[in-house]
């Protein structure tokens, strides 16, 4: 509750649309973030996506996003959107039985799409405010308010409630397959805005601000943020 109440205060946004206030910090954590990518997780994935071909990365994607079904109709339940929580149920039935426990897509070969949700954006139907950014030990960019969500979502995942040791963390490793496999498949772009950037923290910091504003709906002076910001322009150049 203390958390929820920090993200629903209100908070002073500057002319970027950012609200930073731990910067310092976040900044120490985005240098922890790419110390780990740079010497683990970077080369852990370029082996996964060298060892494993394409189709089984998509099938090892499929899987995640499948097991992450059941908090989809949570938060839908949550948001009051019965319809989509409904359809996310029926997607999820018909990739269990019919996409091999979801390594084949099948529900959207069958015109079944899928909304992803979580309980951040529950959040913010709820009408809980962004909050400050913050930049999350190995997760990366965040808010507030998604940090509370990112917790909640991992508490309400019913393979970690219903389930035990060890299948309770079959979601955890799934989801790092993922990662992996993204990180592979994005590797170029990832690495222009880590490393090639001469501000990779507030490069990293934009590109989720509006990305993460767009994914909610929120348009015009909401989800404004500075236009004049070159991520290839040195921040201190000036000094």
């Not at 922890?32 to 997780?41: A, T, W």
């Amino acid at each position: 509750m203390l958390a929820l109440s920090a993200c629903s205060s209100n908070t002073e946004v500057s002319r970027s649309g950012i609200y930073d206030p731990k910067e310092d910090s976040n900044r120490k954590m985005h240098q922890f973030n790419k110390g780990v990518d740079k010497y683990l997780f970077s080369p852990a994935s370029n082996g996964y996506g060298s060892i494993f071909p394409a189709p089984v990365r998509q099938g090892f994607s499929n899987f995640a996003d499948h097991l992450s079904l059941p908090n989809d109709v949570i938060n839908h339940t949550l948001q009051g959107d019965l319809e989509e929580a409904t359809v996310t149920t029926i997607r999820f039935v018909v990739n269990t039985i019919f996409g091999f426990a979801g390594l084949v897509d099948t529900a959207t070969a069958l015109e079944i799409p899928r909304d992803d949700t979580d309980f951040g954006e529950t959040l913010h139907v709820w009408g809980v405010q962004e909050g400050a950014y913050v930049e999350l030990p190995f997760f990366g960019p965040s808010t507030s308010r998604d940090t509370v969500g990112l917790i909640t979502d991992i508490f309400l995942n019913p393979f970690v409630v219903v389930f035990r040791e060890p299948t309770q963390y079959i979601g955890a490793v799934a989801y790092v397959i993922d990662a992996m496999g993204n990180r592979y498949d994005f590797d170029a772009t990832i690495d222009s805005v880590l490393y090639d950037s001469a501000d990779s923290y507030a490069q990293a910091r934009i590109i989720y601000l509006q990305n993460r504003r767009h994914q909610l709906g929120i348009e015009g002076s909401d989800a404004y943020v500075d236009p004049d910001f070159d991520p290839y322009e040195d921040p201190y150049d000036e000094f």
